[in-house]
């Protein structure tokens, strides 16, 4: 491809037109500047055709100084092979862009050999911004799409508006540091703002049934004016919400790592502080008393007890999803992996129910996937019960089915155990809020559709069980996380159940608790 170096000026003629080769002082040596231009592999367009472009450069203060880059240039296009089009045409990508900029030095000829050879990136100055969405496009083709969801959540509203302008072989743990350590600080002004806002609503709200006299209604007015120049409320990031940024940080750079663009990973040295894992609690006759008066929930993972979880089922068994509340309750699926469930992995026989799908959320549109994990993906023993449940909701569904069939209505076969009554996919969300207006209908404390998979859990324990069968139940990877979530829970059930046990014993009289004398002091 052609290429050279000549001199040139920037001398205009009278109408501000540039002399370029017709200035005739181009003839002194002391005249003008060296500059270079070389021609570069054509860029393909969308419709098939091709963009000639040219690397360019000037400023040159001899003729040496730009044959010097112009042999650097031809270097660099000389990398790939003749007939590597693809590999050509990234060279040219990263010359066109360093042409664009007068002061970005020309890359390194065995940096770019290397990032060529191993297949990377070849953008001189790679950015955190870069590598995050090189990372989430990578993960895209490997992860569910939930996992993936959340992942560009915490990157766009998150790491890349604080992180994104760092070069990626420049970041290091003080800049990590900073941006985890800033979080606490914006969290105290979110906090402030938030406060303020609430108690500008109660200045800017008559409090009372009538209707406000002339002077309030200005007073309100002024006030409500200076609600709406107010911050909207904002969330703070929780402790837990901390981690997870920290663990996708680490994660990128992790893989930036693997391919070779860095060698040090900085947010694996970031101190977010400790984060205590929820755990599960008993709603207990004490707890439920403490709720109604103060509407505080003792922990985020709460659970019913057998009676209360019975009384949600009595209040269920009418509606026509009972049979999927059934099989969450008792048997610990998720909510998707219910939702997703097939009757051809429904075996009667050998009453196990085979997990093999799931069904959930991209946005807000149901989309199916492989289970969350590679151990969710299995057969779940049930009970005679849990099997008879199945063949009455069976049952109902084909009736379903002939109803619409005689009005003339379609019926669309997904062969779903759960659907709406058309046959198509259920909604996750729709499950999530029918399992709420039960709730609410039977009276019971405040629970989550995802708590009755941990309360799957507590029925282990009290039919007998141990942490390892709960592990089982609920198909857990490791026992650590079953202990970590579920010990405090199973330990309420050790305390329930030596006070059972120790009522078993009968006595002809109520220990007061004291120790009887050895011996009686005779009477005076």
């Known amino acids: 491809m052609k290429g050279s170096t000549y001199r040139r000026c920037y001398c205009r003629d009278e109408d501000g037109k540039a002399l370029g080769k017709a200035c005739p002082q181009l003839s002194s040596r002391r005249h003008g500047v060296w500059a270079l231009r070389q021609e570069l592999p054509p860029a393909p367009l969308d419709d098939g055709r091709q963009r000639r472009r040219s690397f360019s450069r000037s400023g040159y203060d001899t003729a040496k100084d730009a044959q010097g880059d112009l042999d650097k240039v031809r270097a660099l296009l000389d990398l790939p092979d003749g007939d590597d089009t693809e590999a050509q045409t990234k060279i040219g990508d990263l010359l066109e862009g360093v042409s664009k900029d007068k002061d970005a030095p020309l890359p390194e000829l065995a940096e770019i050999r ?5 297949g990377q990136k070849l953008t001189s100055t790679m950015t955190v ?3 995050l969405d090189e990372w989430l496009e990578a993960k895209r083709k490997s992860r569910a799409v939930t996992t993936v969801n959340n992942y560009a959540s915490r990157v766009e509203h ?3 508006p604080a992180l994104a302008h760092h070069r990626l072989d420049r970041l290091n743990v003080g800049h990590c540091q900073t941006y985890f350590d800033g979080i606490d600080d914006t969290n105290e002004v979110i906090a402030a703002e938030n406060a303020a806002r609430r108690e500008q609503e109660q200045l800017a709200t008559w409090g009372r049934r009538s209707r406000p006299p002339a002077a309030e209604r200005e007073r309100l007015a002024a006030e409500r004016a200076k609600l709406d120049d107010m911050p909207p409320y904002r969330k703070i990031t929780g402790p837990a919400t901390k981690l997870e940024l920290r663990n996708t940080l680490r994660s990128a750079l992790n893989f930036a790592i693997r391919r070779q ?14 984060v205590r894992r929820a755990k599960g609690k008993l ?5 439920v008393a403490r709720w109604e ?3 505080e929930k003792p922990s985020a993972v709460m659970v019913w007890t057998p ?3 019975g009384r949600f089922l009595d209040e269920a068994e009418s509606g026509r999803l009972y049979a999927i509340f059934h099989v969450i309750a008792h048997h610990g699926l998720r909510r998707g992996e219910a939702v997703g469930l097939d009757w051809e992995n429904v075996n009667d026989k050998a009453r196990t129910i085979g997990v093999a799908r799931e069904i959930v959320r991209d946005g807000w549109t149901p989309v199916e996937t492989a289970p969350k994990t590679e151990g969710s993906a299995a057969d779940v023993k049930v009970d005679r019960g849990t099997i008879d449940v199945l063949k009455a909701h069976r049952k109902r569904q084909r009736a379903e089915r002939a109803a619409r069939e005689e009005k003339g209505l379609p019926w669309t076969d997904t062969g779903k155990v759960f659907v709406q009554e058309d046959g198509s996919w259920l909604h996750p969300d729709s499950v999530s809020d029918t399992f709420q207006e039960i709730r609410e209908r039977a ?6 559709l995802r708590d009755l998979r941990h309360g799957a859990a507590a029925l282990v324990k009290a039919a007998g069980g141990d942490l390892h069968d709960a592990k089982a139940k609920l198909r857990h990877s490791t026992i650590v996380l079953t202990s970590n979530t579920y010990m405090e829970l199973f330990e309420e059930y050790e305390e329930d159940l030596a006070e059972r046990t120790a009522a078993v014993v009968p006595r002809a009289r109520k220990s007061t608790g004291a120790h009887a004398p050895l011996t009686q002091k005779p009477a005076e």
């Not at 290397?114 to 191993?118: A, D, Q, S």
């Not at 709603?283 to 707890?287: G, Q, S």
């Not at 009276?443 to 989550?448: A, E, F, R, S, T």
């Open 114 to 118: 290397r990032r060529l050879v191993h």
């Open 158 to 160: 998150h790491l890349k």
């Open 129 to 131: 911004g870069d590598l």
């Open 307 to 309: 009676e209360q979880l």
């Open 261 to 274: 663009y860095i060698t040090f990973n900085p947010a694996a040295f970031v101190d977010v502080g400790t």
């Open 443 to 448: 009276g019971l404390p405040p629970i989550n």
């Open 283 to 287: 709603w207990t006759a004490e707890r």
């Open 293 to 295: 008066a103060t509407g």
